[in-house]
């Protein structure tokens, strides 16, 4: 049985904290989008859903390869958010200095970006530790069972 404070469990708060953040700014964008997004919803896709995210996602399991903290992986997507603020400015002459745009943008490709963390360090966990650990979905590992 998985204790707690195993972190590769499938009920992680860093599983499950991405995924609620995402699921809860979906809701959130779909009540008041041109508040939150400050640009048109296909700008907002193109430059921080794809352009953004994808680079969040790298940015993660980038973080993860080289075994840094957590927190290093927050202070890369505070920059990540601040780059993809100024891709709106300069493209579709957003407003550059905008709160609540950059708000969203961070907590999204935060929670994006913890979740290429947590796929990749599933990897390394499974494959340098394949004696200790075995996969427990596509995120998770646990601790292998004998026998």
């Known amino acids: 049985m998985a204790s707690k404070a195993d972190p590769g469990r499938a009920s992680s708060p860093l599983l499950i904290g991405p995924l609620a953040v995402i699921a809860v700014l979906v809701v959130v964008l ?11 919803l296909a700008d907002f896709l193109l430059v921080t859903l794809f352009l953004g995210g994808a680079a969040a996602w790298r940015t993660g399991k980038a973080v993860a390869h080289g075994w840094a903290p957590f927190m290093q992986l927050v202070f890369y997507c505070l920059l990540l958010a601040g780059a993809v603020r100024f891709c709106h400015f300069a493209l579709f002459e957003d407003e550059l200095f905008s709160l609540e745009p950059f708000a969203v943008e961070f907590v999204l490709l935060t929670a994006i970006a913890t979740l290429g963390f947590r796929a990749h360090r599933k990897r390394q966990m499974t494959v340098q530790y394949g004696w200790m650990y075995e996969p427990a979905g596509r995120l998770a590992w646990r601790p ?4």
């Open 144 to 147: 292998k069972t004998s026998g």
């Open 30 to 40: 779909a009540v008041w989008p041109r508040e939150l997004i400050g640009a048109s």
